[in-house]
């Protein structure tokens, strides 16, 4: 991780990262590379409440998601051919599942990582990302000055990670001596020849190093874990705990949770801890490890014993079956009853009861879900994650019942609540979703639906994150698919399916495939192209040959016969890369308007739709722009004043957005008339239609307002039956 790594061939190519005490601080090996390459990496955005997680899931797992994004920053910023060095754990200190990820998608990119060291056992990758590589050593200790003091040794043998550069200055280590590695211009590497004791065998070095872990929460936690317990803080390891947590790392967050357990000293402090880990273990589906804890002390303040029991309940209920578990959650059902209002979180765990009752109770579980739905419809500002959790619940009570008609109005229900904010992985799970709820296996619109889904998988990135929904659309409840299989199982699973609704598709046999992604602002798509039932965009090369496996190659040779069917022009699988449009969080365009639509937004120089090619060149594409019908975008919730600007709030998914005074005054006019064409608009603020949409598409970047082609006018979003549920007529 230096200009000049010492030992390696090619020390300008070499960035090292220092796990060589473990990782103690989240997405260790991406902030060690970022720090190096001078890259700024996204906060990251982990679930802080449960109401947050039922978003998170949705989208796709968080934590795949952010390692992902991560190594795409950090390949980016690597020099050609350059090469990682990972410095591996010693002492049986872990990896983490955060740099097990980050790894695993670096390698993808090209970049080798070498490990010096034993080779760190992986937990979630099915193959090593590691390689050997000759020449490539770790860093070589220089010379300390004799001078250094037993407290300066101690600080080089067991603080983990780079050495803050700044911490080093506090501490008088004498950094022009040259025996530290410089990384970027705030930190060192350690050579790890330092690194000759186990934490687990240093408590009492460990114990005089206190001063030093409110400088570093990484210190902090490798010190609290491993020092005596007469010293370790249950309190601060709590802290610690609910930190990481919230920064993604929950195998972190647990062990200092459970240490926080070991070491308290007080009932109070120990049942505080076991909430901590209770509440980590839920998240993880570790029901059975949450029953296996024991019950607290009688002399536990009333309020967290009752926390404590609630968590007890909910794993009951995890476990499946509803075996004593009834009285634990009579005093909620009750509560509904009665008409009082419930937290989130007491909806929450009534969905789980449903769940645990749904296969020997069926007709009580629905029961309790329709209540459930009608106390949230009583809500004008019902939380709508908590009414797709509940419409979720309630379709696969319908599906287990054969209720078909009413299991699609629980879909639409749901997926009304993400109207405009869908992401691929929900378009997927929707598509699905609609296509197995059709009658007709093999019916006209069944048929599109299959396609649809499987477009959105193939430019789903990446496919291990692929959302829980998703998975449990094609499989229920069977089989252990592990993530970094899931795209394989997905795509063999889902071509299947397309096969059996659409056998007539021929797949095209040889030759190249082109690459599928999601389409984005880095590249205009030549063309869209495709028929009633889905379009996309088209680009005739790519500056990367797409390197698939078997099964997504199966399937996308499926999906690019099946466009055909729609197109008769429609390229075929000649390369260059299909561009996936969800049409900004709502489906793949399926009509003529909705791919007029994202053509105009894509600027795209021409449409195929069927047999009919719309040019949009300059002159056709403003009187094109000339039909454009502005309005809120169907997600947004309220667009009001907050201080001295404007703020627009987002149903799901999306923080909210503060406004320029540009902006505001833009849509000031929507206010009152939520529809207007463009053109009126432009009149109103005194703007040509060229400047007006330009402001406009800005805004609709932000997902403020929609620009569409004869944009039918709906009903509220509350209301609005959503999953196109197999037309595609959602746009």
């Known amino acids: 991780m230096t200009e000049e790594a010492r030992g390696g061939e090619e020390p300008a190519k070499v960035r090292y990262v220092d796990l060589a005490l473990g990782a103690w601080r989240p997405h260790e090996a991406a902030a060690q590379l970022a720090a190096a390459l001078s890259v700024t990496l996204p906060e990251p955005a982990f679930p802080l409440s449960e109401c ?48 097990e990820w980050f790894f695993h998608f670096l390698k993808r990119r090209g970049i080798a990582i070498v490990v010096i060291g034993d080779g760190p056992s992986l937990t979630l990758i099915g193959q090593s990302v590691f390689e050997r590589r000759g020449g490539i050593t770790e860093p070589r200790r220089g010379e300390p000055p004799r001078s250094m003091s037993e407290d300066q040794r101690r600080l080089l043998r067991l603080f983990p990670g780079l050495l803050p550069r700044s911490l080093a200055d506090s501490r008088n280590i004498a950094i022009g001596d040259g025996f530290l590695v410089p990384v970027g211009t705030g930190y060192f590497l350690i050579p790890p020849a330092w690194r000759d004791t186990a934490p687990a065998d240093a408590a009492r070095d460990l114990d005089a190093m206190a001063a030093l872990e409110d400088d570093d929460d990484g210190m902090a936690a490798l010190a609290e874990r491993y020092c005596t317990a007469h010293f370790a803080d249950s309190e601060k390891l709590c802290e610690l705990s609910q930190r990481f947590e919230r920064a993604g790392s929950i195998d972190i967050a647990l062990e200092m949770a459970e240490r926080a357990r070991h070491v308290a000293r007080q009932p109070e402090a120990m049942a505080m801890a076991d909430i901590r880990g209770q509440a980590l273990r839920r998240r993880l589906a570790r029901f059975d490890e949450m029953l296996a804890v024991p019950p607290p002390s009688r002399r536990v303040s009333e309020a967290v014993r009752s926390g404590l029991d609630r968590l007890r309940v909910r794993a009951a209920a995890g476990v499946g079956g509803t075996a004593g578990i009834d009285g634990g959650f009579a005093p909620l059902v009750e509560k509904l009853r009665a008409g009082e209002d419930l937290a989130a979180e007491e909806i929450i765990m009534l969905d789980e009861y449903v769940a645990a009752l749904a296969s020997n109770e ?42 078909a008609d009413r299991r699609r109005a629980a879909l ?24 197995l709820g059709e009658e007709e296996a093999a019916g006209p619109a069944a048929r599109p639906a299959w396609l649809r889904a499987a477009l959105a998988w193939l430019a789903f990135d990446p496919p291990e994150a ?84 078997r099964s997504r190659i199966r399937l996308l040779r499926l999906a690019a016969a099946a466009l055909a069917t729609l197109c008769p022009s429609f390229p075929g699988l000649a390369g260059g890369v299909y561009l996936v449009d969800s049409n900004l969080g709502l489906d793949i365009p399926a009509t003529r308007e909705a791919a007029l639509s994202a053509a105009l937004r894509a600027r795209a120089d021409e449409l195929v739709f069927g047999e009919e090619t719309i040019a949009l060149d300059p002159g056709a594409r403003a009187r094109q722009a000339g039909r454009l019908v502005v309005s809120a975008a169907p997600a947004v919730t309220v667009i009001g004043p907050l201080d001295a600007g404007m703020v627009c709030r987002f149903a799901r998914h999306r923080p909210e957005v503060a406004l320029t005074p540009e902006q505001a005054e833009t849509i000031a006019p929507l206010l009152d008339n939520p529809r207007m064409a463009l053109g009126p608009l432009a009149v109103m603020l005194g703007k040509t239609v060229t400047e007006t949409e330009r402001l406009l598409r800005g805004l609709e970047a932000l997902g403020v307002v929609r620009l569409d082609i004869d944009a039918p006018a709906g009903p509220p979003v509350a209301a609005e039956a959503s999953p196109a549920a197999a037309s595609g007529e959602d746009e």
């Open 52 to 99: 947050d997680e039922i978003d998170s899931r949705a989208a796709g797992d968080a934590l795949v998601l952010h390692a992902h994004d991560a190594a795409t920053r950090i390949a980016r910023a690597l020099p050609q051919n350059g090469i990682v060095a990972v410095l591996a754990p010693r002492f049986g200190l872990a990896l983490r599942q955060d740099n």
């Open 362 to 403: 069926a007709d009580r579980a629905l029961e309790i879900a329709e209540a459930v739905r009608e106390a949230l419809d009583d809500r004008p500002d019902a939380d709508r994650r908590l009414v797709y959790r509940n419409a979720m619940t309630l379709a696969r009570l319908h599906r287990a019942r054969g209720e």
């Open 412 to 435: 639409e229900r749901a997926f009304a609540t993400s109207r405009g904010v869908r992401s691929l992985g929900e378009v997927v799970e929707m598509n699905i979703l609609a296509a």
């Open 466 to 549: 692929a959302p829980a929904g998703v998975v449990r659309a094609l499989f229920g409840e069977r089989g252990d698919h592990g993530r970094s299989a899931l795209d394989m199982d997905l795509c063999e699973e889902m071509a299947d399916r397309m096969m059996a609704a659409w056998p007539e598709l021929k797949a095209e046999l040889g030759g190249e495939y082109p690459e599928i992604r999601a389409i984005d602002a880095t590249i205009r798509p030549r063309r869209l192209i495709g028929g009633p039932g889905a379009v996309i965009g088209w680009v005739e090369s790519s500056k990367v040959a797409p390197v698939y496996v």
